[in-house]
Each structure stands twice: as C-alpha cells, then as structure tokens.
C-alpha cells in the first residue's frame, strides 16, 4: 500500500481539473490500518456516523499531513461481497481516500481524479 500512496502523491492533475475545483493536493499522506472497531470508533466520533466504513479522509493543513484510515475488515468482507482482487480494492480505497484529501466531494471531478490516482497505484504495484 505504501508504494501505491507513494505513487498517487505524484500525481498531478490536468489542467482541465485544476480549472474546475480548487484542488488542495497533499504533499504527505499518514496511512493508518485499522480493524472495524477502530475506524467505527473514528466515524462516530469525527464524522457522527455509526458504524465502520472503508475508509476516511482527514485533510493535513501547512505543517500537517493528511491521513487516510482504512478498515482492513472492510477491505477483506468487500472483496468477498465484490468478487474483488484485494490488492486492486485496496488501491481503489487509497484513490478514494487521496480524492478526498485533496478537497473533492463525490462528482465527476472526483472520479477523474480518482483515476489518475488509481492508474498511477496500479501501475506502481506492477513494477
């Protein structure tokens, strides 16, 4: 995992995306595994939301980097739901999660984003 975030860190969006969002691309990324337990706790106490989920996103700041929590439990019970090769999902989440982190919401910008990074992981993992 930590050679596909390494390469989704130097991903840089086309200027077509740059022009239609304000795009806070991190420079460093924290990535932390956790069980269901944890990352419901984390949901419940930043998000409100009850229950784990795949993954989270927190925005890093100047001096801060953004941190990307992700439920390996959730990673393993969707790949079985999904008939999903976990490595590939897993570099799905860490698209998702770096989508997030650079300050998108659901759309289509998000999705081309989310490609160029999810391209950019894949082909890192395969070399």
Same mark, same amino acid.
Request: proline residues 6%.
């Given at each position: 995992?930590?050679?596909?975030?390494?390469?989704?860190?130097?991903?840089?969006?086309?200027?077509?995306?740059?022009?239609?969002?304000?795009? &806070?691309? *991190? %420079? /460093?990324?924290?990535?932390? $595994? +956790?069980?269901?337990?944890?990352?419901?706790?984390?949901?419940?106490? #930043?998000?409100?939301?009850?229950?784990?989920?795949?993954?989270?996103?927190?925005?890093?700041?100047?001096?801060?980097?953004?941190?990307?929590?992700?439920?390996?439990?959730?990673?393993?019970?969707?790949?079985?739901?999904?008939? &999903?090769? *976990? %490595? /590939?999902?897993?570099?799905? $989440? +860490?698209?998702?999660?770096?989508?997030?982190?650079?300050?998108?919401? #659901?759309?289509?910008?998000?999705?081309?984003?989310?490609?160029?990074?999810?391209?950019?992981?894949?082909?890192?993992?395969?070399?």
């Amino acid at each position: 995992m930590k050679t596909a975030l390494e390469a989704m860190l130097e991903v840089s969006p086309d200027a077509a995306l740059r022009v239609a969002e304000e795009l &806070q691309v *991190p %420079a /460093e990324v924290e990535l932390f $595994l +956790l069980d269901d337990a944890a990352i419901a706790g984390a949901n419940a106490s #930043h998000l409100g939301c009850s229950g784990p989920t795949n993954i989270l996103s927190f925005p890093g700041g100047a001096d801060a980097p953004g941190v990307l929590l992700l439920s390996l439990d959730t990673l393993r019970r969707e790949c079985l739901l999904y008939g &999903q090769d *976990p %490595a /590939e999902h897993a570099v799905r $989440l +860490l698209a998702h999660g770096m989508g997030h982190l650079s300050g998108l919401d #659901h759309g289509p910008a998000m999705d081309a984003l989310c490609e160029r990074y999810m391209d950019a992981g894949c082909a890192a993992l395969c070399s």
